[in-house]
């Protein structure tokens, strides 16, 4: 049986959790017994287009397919190279015959490509795997309001209506029914995170069709516990990630310059991340500084790529994860806990529910860089507290795990179109 992955983007060229755990999930249904696996994965400028066809190819990779677009319409996360999608997509996907397709995102694509996919295959499973909220909210799939900056509990017309009073009620539930007429062809809706889920249940898509499997990880040799002198503290914290207004590093850097001196010590705070430079200049100039009020206490490393965890975590202590919105399941949560790294995160959404509090990690209430200095003072004070929560950590899902578990709904997904008849999935696969 043959899988047919696509992704918005491949990680060669675009980092970030959906395209790694996209990805890995390829690798590994490559794996699976009886199972084949192709990964097709969207791509655009820089990168050039073919003249003659929107496909390119992945190296010498038989098995991995890009496909350019540029026209993306991010309003209702559909395309408008629409002849690109009839033609050569939908040829693809023909040629290429999967028994199942999974979407992880459409952005590229457009949403349209999951009718593509109805067009070209008749019958075969649709599995979107969802992994934040753009479908639901037009605010960069945030759910955040955009004038306050504060949470959002639940979509709705006119709740929508006051972030974007330009577009209005009428039109921002003509773009949820317009998502919705092609989500009606998807058999089922994969995420890791259960709060994902529920906010989905909420927005409306059937429970019946919602399923949880954790992402898969390949995280390389886990890196040993930093050695530390007898009496020596666990005072090494590190930031993994964007540099942008919604990952909360601003609340981190404010919350490490409240420290007081005789706690922080020779604490210091690694700050690896990148794409500062990408956002608003009205942001880079606050964080620019926060910098430098922190002083020596922060180490400015810049990006990173995957491969290269195992050797910056072997200097850390501690993982923190401060975002201001809902997240999902963050890959640097995964990433932390494979190398037995306890994490301070947000006490909301996918953080909460990845990271027990008291148990593998701490909480700290979201956006409140007093509250995350208090957490930080209590992990550089208490000798021990590292120690419990290091081994109250549990190893995340491997790459092959987590493409067992995803077999195994296809394959019961594939025994109900054969059967014809409606069988509940499980909501855990």
């Known amino acids: 049986m043959k899988a047919l992955i696509v992704s918005h983007a491949h990680p060669t060229y675009s980092i970030g ?36 066809t929107p496909l390119l190819a992945v190296g010498d990779a038989a098995d991995e397919t890009l496909f350019w677009s540029d026209d993306f319409d991010w309003f209702h996360l559909g395309s408008r190279e629409l002849d690109d999608l009839s033609r050569h997509f939908e040829r693809l996907v023909r040629d290429l015959r999967p028994d199942v397709v999974n979407f992880h995102h459409v952005m590229g694509f457009g949403i349209q490509a999951i009718r593509a996919v109805r067009r070209a295959l008749g019958d075969v499973p649709i599995i979107y795997t969802l992994h934040e909220y753009l479908p639901i909210c037009a605010n960069h799939g945030q759910m955040i309001k955009v004038k306050s900056g504060t949470l959002c509990m639940k979509a709705s017309p006119s709740e929508c209506g006051v972030c974007f009073p330009e577009i209005g009620p009428a039109n921002l539930k003509r773009r949820e029914l317009f998502i919705k007429s092609f ?57 993994f990630g964007q540099l942008n207004p919604f990952k909360g590093i601003k609340v981190l850097v404010e919350a490490v310059t409240r420290i007081p001196q005789d706690v922080w010590g020779d604490s210091i705070l690694y700050v690896f991340g990148g794409n500062l430079e990408q956002q608003p200049v009205e942001f880079q100039t606050a964080i620019k500084e926060l910098f430098r009020l922190a002083g020596r206490r922060i180490r400015f490393m810049g990006s990173y790529k995957s491969a290269d965890l195992p050797n910056l975590m072997r200097e850390v202590d501690w993982t923190i994860v401060p975002s201001t919105w809902w997240e999902n399941a963050p890959v640097v949560i995964q990433e932390a806990f494979y190398h037995g790294r306890p994490i301070i995160a947000s006490d909301i959404g996918g953080m909460a529910e990845k990271v027990r509090d008291g148990v593998d990690g701490l909480h700290f209430s979201v956006a409140n860089p007093e509250s995350l200095a208090n957490v930080m003072s209590n992990a550089i004070r208490d000798p021990r507290l590292w120690d419990r929560l290091h081994a109250g950590i549990r190893a995340p899902n491997s790459s092959d795990r987590s493409a067992l578990q995803h077999a195994a709904l296809f394959e019961r997904l594939l025994a109900r179109k054969a059967a014809t008849l409606p069988i509940s999935l499980d909501h855990t696969a």
């Open 183 to 239: 989500f009606a062809d998807v058999d089922a809706f994969v995420s890791p995170s259960r709060f994902l889920l529920a906010r989905f249940a909420d927005w409306g898509l059937p429970p019946e069709k919602l399923v949880m499997i954790e992402n898969g990880l390949e995280g390389g040799h886990p890196a040993p516990p930093r050695p530390i002198a007898v009496g020596a503290k666990r005072n090494r914290f590190a930031y």
């Open 17 to 52: 959790g959906a395209q790694v755990a996209s990805y890995n999930l390829f690798s590994g249904m490559k794996a699976q017994p009886g199972w084949v696996a192709h990964y097709l994965a969207g791509v655009g400028p820089p990168v050039a287009r073919h003249r003659a």
